[in-house]
């Protein structure tokens, strides 16, 4: 073996915070083989690299302990499974207040968050439609966080931005803006997809910013990709990020820089992949085939053509071994593709904590 191969094993094993005895039981294997990994005496099966890739990447998103617990507390709007809450929780931040108006994706949203985060729930703080929602009655918080609904900016959904009618999509944004106003958060974190910001020539955007630069929040904003931040998938989307009390143009919150890969799409599959970086989850379009331009769900792997299920899927939007799917294999698709990718939300999310740590009064 390499010493290449050996740093890698050694390394996402530390990264994983596994000891030798715990990475055995992990994989199943005698110590010694383990230490012969480590030293390089050994090469271990991609199988055994990928499970420590995928370890590493859950030791980043695992709760602190309470004795680590910040102070803060966040709100997850049109939260869809979660992607958020697992982000701002593992950095010890405390949900308060979350809504989601999909009554599968609340499914899934309950089965997955209830027992880490057990008071919002018991205090029916888990809304369905915002718009029904006495903002007076949202406990108070620190943080809003929210990928507001982006249909109406996608391509898939035509673009429509505020004119979007169904459903009040478009208009949504509104609620955000009724909430910081009434609430006075420290700081927000939005998240939309990057045609935002082209959308109507800018002028969608323009006014996104107008409304909460007037509302006292400075606004900064950067195209993330999931791969940015360790995860082999595109996944452009705009992060926005302000805080309450300055001006943009006086602010000094910068956005994390962008990481190395963990693993590739042949780590996803455990086998050889044509792709290093997949394609974006998409919420429809499924089985578009290999050779379409619209595919994004087919990939050609060891020889053979494979379709992606959402155990691919999970790993790809960094979301934690453990996070189950209590509904059908359709619907957890499009909960994939409707989520955040979870280390890119926490990196930046991690950025505004210290942020507002350091602008403590």
């Not at 369905?128 to 929210?146: N, R």
């Not at 969608?204 to 995860?231: C, I």
């Not at 143009?249 to 455990?270: K, V």
């Not at 280390?343 to 942020?355: G, H, L, S």
Request: contains cysteine.
């Amino acid at each position: 073996m390499n010493q290449q191969a050996q740093t890698q094993f050694s390394d996402l094993r530390q990264s994983a915070n596994l000891t030798i005895s715990d990475t055995a039981e992990l994989l199943r294997l005698p110590e010694a083989e383990i230490i012969a990994f480590d030293k390089g005496i050994k090469q271990p099966e991609i199988s055994s690299i990928q499970a420590l890739k995928g370890m590493s990447l859950i030791a980043d998103i695992q709760p602190k302990t309470t004795s680590e617990k910040n102070e803060y507390k966040f709100i997850d709007l049109f939260a869809g499974i979660g992607g958020f809450h697992l982000a701002l929780h593992s950095l010890g931040s405390e949900c308060v207040f979350a809504s989601e108006i999909n009554p599968y994706a609340r499914k899934t949203y309950i089965h997955n968050h209830s027992k880490k985060s057990p008071n919002l729930f018991k205090s029916n703080n888990f809304a369905g439609d915002i718009k029904l929602v006495d903002i007076d009655t949202i406990p108070d918080f620190d943080i809003l966080c929210g990928g507001f609904p982006c249909q109406p900016f996608s391509q898939a959904g035509f673009k429509r931005g505020f004119q979007d009618s169904k459903e009040d999509r478009g208009n949504l944004f509104f609620d955000i803006i009724k909430i910081i106003k009434k609430k006075k958060p420290a700081a927000f974190f939005l998240e939309n997809v990057r045609h935002i910001k082209n959308h109507d020539e800018g002028k969608t955007f323009a006014r996104v910013q107008q409304m909460l630069e007037d509302a006292e929040y400075s606004f900064k904003y950067k195209m993330v990709k999931a791969s940015d931040h360790g995860l082999p998938q595109h996944r452009p989307r705009i992060f926005m990020v302000g805080f309450r009390g300055e001006t943009t143009e006086d602010s000094t919150f910068e956005f994390p820089a962008a990481e190395p890969l963990r693993m590739t799409m042949s780590d996803i599959f455990g086998k050889p992949c044509n792709k290093a970086i997949g394609y974006t989850l998409r919420v429809g379009g499924r089985g578009s085939g290999l050779m379409d331009r619209r595919n994004w769900d087919t990939y050609a792997v060891d020889g053979g053509v494979v379709r992606l299920s959402s155990v691919e899927g999970k790993k790809m939007m960094g979301l934690p071994e453990d996070f189950e799917f209590p509904v059908s294999e359709t619907q957890a698709m499009k909960q994939l593709g409707n989520s955040v990718a979870v280390p890119a939300v926490r990196a930046t999310a991690k950025k505004i904590i210290e942020y507002l740590h350091q602008h403590a009064d």
